[in-house]
Structures are given as C-alpha cells and as structure tokens.
C-alpha cells in the first residue's frame, strides 16, 4: 500500500455541510488502497467527539484547532505580507511541523490537498512528494463575487482577495501533478483565468449516499399536522444559504403564504447567523442543529435551493433529491448537476418563477411525488461517489512511480 498525506481544513467527518461531505468521501476512497495520514484543522468544539472515528480510518491523524475569530483577526496579517488572507488564516506552525516529520519518518508517494489553503503544506515537499490538488470550486471567483453584495470595507477585502486567491490557485496548478473542480463549468472558469494551467485540470463531480439517503417508514414527521412544510437545509453560518433563505423570505414567502396561509418555511441547519435566527417567526422555522436531516426532506412539501451566490455541485440538492424529492433552484445549480424538471430538478431564477414551481409542487402532490422517483432515480445513475473519486487513481499511480524514481535517483 502507497503512503499518501491528506491534508484538508476542516475535519472532513462528520459529513454534514458540502466540503466535509466530499473530503469525508475522498478519505473513504483514498483509504481502501493507502494507508493515509491526514493533517487538517477543527473549527467546531463539537467536532472533537468524532475524532476516534478519523483515528481508525488512518495511519496517523494530526489535527490543529481554530477559534474563527480570532484566525479572522490573525489572517489580517496578510494585508501587510501581500498573501491571500486564506493562507494566513490556515497557516499553523504545529500543522508544519508535523508534516516535515511525517514525511521524514516515511516514504510518502504523494499528497493530496483537499482545498487550496493547505497546499502551503505541502509545496515545501515538492517535488519528492508529488501533489494532487482537490481545489472543489474556484474560491477566488466566489471571493470577487461575493464583493457587490457586501458595503466597504468588506467590498474591498471581498475583491483583494479574489485578485490575491486566483494568483496563489493558479501558481498551485501549476505546480500540482494534477488539479481537480468539482463540474466541468468550474473547470473551464479556471482554466479561462489560467490557461496556462490547461492541460492539468479535469473535473471530478460530487456523488451522494443513496443507501443513507433514501426515504423510510420509520422517519417521523417533524411537521406539524396540515401544514405545508417548503424546507431549505444547509449550513446556516454561510454567506451563500445566508443570501439564499433571506432573498426567500423577503421575495417569495409573502406571495405563498397568501395562497397557501398553512404553509411554513423551515430552514434546517447547523449555526444560524444572527440574520437567520432574525427570520423566524409565524411562517418561517428557524431549526438549528438537527440530528438527522432525513425526516425533514422526506416529508416537506416542497424543497428550494435559491442560492443566488453558490459554486459547484450542492450537495444539499443531490440529498433531496436521493429523498425522492424534486428540488427548485437557481439554473446555476440545477446545470452544474445536469439534471432537467423532468429528473425532477426545477429551474428558477427569479422571485416569480421559484413562486410559480412551489405552487405546482404544493397544488399537484400526485406529480410532485412522480418527479421526486425520477429525482430518485437521476442521482442512483448519475451521482455515485465512487464512479466520480476512481479519477482520481490514475493519478495517484502516476504520482507513485514518480515518487519512487526520485527515490531511487
């Protein structure tokens, strides 16, 4: 068995928000055939009970912790260095300290960085120890997008960093044996902004768990009796499903409930910032941290993804949609999934066309349950983790050899 480094920041278990999802997976895949010593960072307190799963899953695990805050302070550092203030607020003297270490004590045939910010760990053991780079979406872009949505000085900051990030991706692929984004558009939005860079990138999608995620008799309801549950889940500490659930409230909420005055808007997930927690009231549910999100897709109403501001496949749909639930989301999202209205994916780009998808699902539970089987259906097909992750062999065998020939040089 090959030695491979994995180095992710933030613990990739439990996988209950989007990156965690995908690293937790790519761990799953990388430890069938290796034996895996994995470097990352805790940013939860209540992450630190799940670390004796991660330690039988690898040869060894090192994880720092981060209090948000104050690495946010600390990352400011980068305005005076002129650095990304993503690689400041990862940069840890303990986490480099065990990764010279680990690859002193063995013979590492790779290492494979989940996310750009933890490439700074291992561009130090270049090129002894080839890097295979999982970037998931092209950060720099989301940065520079999120800057007309936020005043100054967070405008300014938002844009610096978008210049600063695409200049650190694209020296990473560079340098990078191979680089990976999770859908083909997010790909070629890289390679539009590093052309140089082309021949080393490849997409490798987001599957889901359709064994877990799959509707069953012993879910309870957690609705109450008559009311129409439309649902949103995600991690409510982040920006995007921030946008998105408060667009929702402000533009659509008030023209179906008029129709439909049973109607609730139940936004379940970890960590609701302040401006969430302010949109609970009669019609809306704020619900916070849920043991099992399951119970809550299998028997909504109706489920939306109006994520204005989002990059990649979201997971949150492809979860849905294993559920036997249609989904309506931004034509974003829906094409980086592939799937059409009839594999139960709804596009909707404006305040009145998600109104109008709502109210079909709510007025025709008949059809609504029919698209939801052909959603079903569309990610038992399409969307297996393990047919998307074995692209990423090829690769490591690849980066082996040429480790062995330096070893051998």
């Known amino acids: 068995m090959s030695n491979i480094l994995y180095l992710v920041h933030r613990l990739p278990y439990p996988p209950n928000k989007g990156d965690k999802v995908r690293s937790y997976h790519l761990l799953r895949h990388l430890q069938q055939h290796h034996r895996v010593f994995l470097g990352t960072f805790i940013d939860d307190p209540e992450d630190e009970q799940h670390l004796p799963v991660l330690q039988s899953m690898c040869a060894d695990l090192h994880v720092e912790r981060i209090a948000p805050r104050s690495a946010k302070l600390k990352s400011l550092g980068g305005l005076l260095t002129g650095e990304p203030l993503t690689l400041t607020y990862y940069r840890n003297p303990g986490l480099q300290r065990w990764v010279q270490q680990t690859a002193a004590r063995h013979r590492l045939q790779a290492c494979v960085v989940f996310s750009s910010a933890m490439a700074q760990y291992a561009q130090p053991l270049l090129p002894g120890v080839p890097m295979l780079v999982d970037f998931v979406d092209v ?95 995600g991690a409510m500490d982040y920006w995007p499903n921030i946008d998105g659930v408060s667009w929702f409230v402000a533009e659509m909420l008030p023209r179906l409930v008029a129709q439909h005055p049973r109607m609730r808007f139940y936004i379940v997930g970890r960590n609701p910032a302040q401006q969430v927690r302010a949109l609970a009231g009669t019609h809306v549910v704020v619900t916070g941290t849920v043991p099992d999100v399951r119970p809550y897709l299998q028997h909504a109403s109706a489920v939306v993804a109006p994520l204005r501001v989002a990059r990649g496949i979201q997971n949150k749909i492809l979860e849905a949609m294993a559920m036997r639930q249609p989904v309506i989301t931004v034509s974003g999202c829906a094409d980086a999934i592939g799937a059409d209205a009839s594999q139960g994916l709804l596009r909707a780009d404006t305040p009145a066309e998600f109104v109008a998808a709502v109210l079909q699902l709510l ?7 029919a698209l939801g089987s052909h959603a079903r259906q569309y990610v ?24 062995l020939e330096g070893s051998a040089a």
């Not at 900051?157 to 978008?162: C, F, H, I, S, V």
């Not at 990138?201 to 609705?223: E, H, I």
């Not at 007025?363 to 349950?369: K, N, R, T, V």
Request: proline share 6%; with cysteine.
């Open 363 to 369: 007025q025709s539970p008949d059809s609504a349950a």
């Open 139 to 233: 950060d720099s872009a989301k940065w520079t997008q999120y800057a007309p949505a936020h005043r100054w000085p967070l405008s300014m900051l938002y844009r610096r960093e978008g210049q600063r990030l695409l200049a650190y991706e694209r020296a990473v692929a560079a340098q990078a044996q191979r680089s990976y984004f999770v859908t083909p558009n997010e790909t070629a939005l890289f390679v539009s902004q590093a052309p140089e860079c082309e021949g080393g990138v490849q997409s490798m999608g987001n599957g889901v768990d359709c064994d877990f995620f799959q509707p069953a008799a012993d879910l309870p309801s957690p609705f109450q009796a008559g009311e129409q549950a439309v649902v949103f889940t």
């Open 380 to 403: 038992e097909h399409e969307c297996s983790w393990q047919a998307h992750l074995q692209q990423i062999d090829h690769a490591l065998t690849g980066a082996s050899a040429m480790a």
